[in-house]
């Protein structure tokens, strides 16, 4: 059974501040990581995908992934009010391209205030 | 605007019935589409995955003659909730895989009441 975990929230941050959110998976063959904002009643929305070990940056957030950890998270700096949102990690076992691309494995998700 | 399109947004049935749930991409051809399920408060969980022109692939514990799933087209995919119950209620989201590639849209999600 596949799992992906979240650090359990809700996370509470001051507009301005840094928003730091974790996520670890089971299945060590995982090669696709990405991260989604939902807002209540609304579908997933991409923020970043990620595939190799390392930091990737757009804009305010910042994804991290150490394979050898199991291990990605996100980073929003200078968060702001409109950040507030369920955070959701998700996984794919397959390469991009390969035939199961697509078939993610979720967290359960992160609740994060932005307040002002 | 949307590049996944799903019809419709919100539906209520009575106990019993069958409802249809559309997903389409527009502007691209999508070989696999991906079904979730979300309760309230709770996770996406994939459902199953839709072939264009083959049986779908459903994830364990998942009923496959209860959510029929149809992949006739390259850009259209159904999934028919039969014999719905209250237990059904639930926000259903798809997903495409554009054809060759390596992006993967998201549709706007339908809510399911069943009453």
């Known amino acids: 059974q596949k799992e992906v975990e979240q650090n359990s929230g809700p996370l509470s941050v001051p507009e301005g501040a840094i928003a730091s959110l974790n996520c670890t998976y089971s299945d060590r063959g995982s090669q696709s990581f990405f991260w989604y904002r939902q807002y209540s009643g609304k579908s997933p929305e991409l923020i970043m995908s990620i595939y190799s070990n390392g930091d990737k940056e757009d804009g305010r957030f910042t994804a991290q992934l150490n394979k050898a950890s199991q291990y990605v998270s996100l980073l929003i700096r200078d968060s702001q009010p409109s950040d507030s949102a369920t955070y959701l990690c998700?996984?794919?076992?397959?390469?991009?391209?390969?035939?199961?691309?697509?078939?993610?494995?979720f967290g359960q998700g992160t609740i994060l205030t932005v307040h002002p | 605007g949307a590049v996944v399109s799903q019809h419709p947004s919100r539906v209520i049935c009575k106990s019993g019935t069958s409802v249809k749930i559309e997903c389409r991409s527009l502007d691209f051809q999508a070989t696999t589409m991906f079904w979730y399920r979300q309760f309230p408060k709770q996770s996406l969980m994939l459902m199953a995955t839709s072939n264009e022109g083959s049986k779908a692939t459903y994830e364990q514990g998942v009923e496959k003659d209860k959510f029929l799933i149809n992949h006739a087209s390259l850009t259209l995919s159904t999934l028919t909730v039969t014999s719905a119950h209250p237990e059904d209620s639930s926000f259903y989201i798809c997903s495409a895989r554009i054809h060759s590639g390596n992006t993967i849209y998201f549709g706007e999600g339908s809510w399911l009441t069943v009453v």
């Open positions: 998700a996984v794919n076992g397959g390469d991009a391209g390969g035939t199961s691309y697509g078939k993610l494995t």
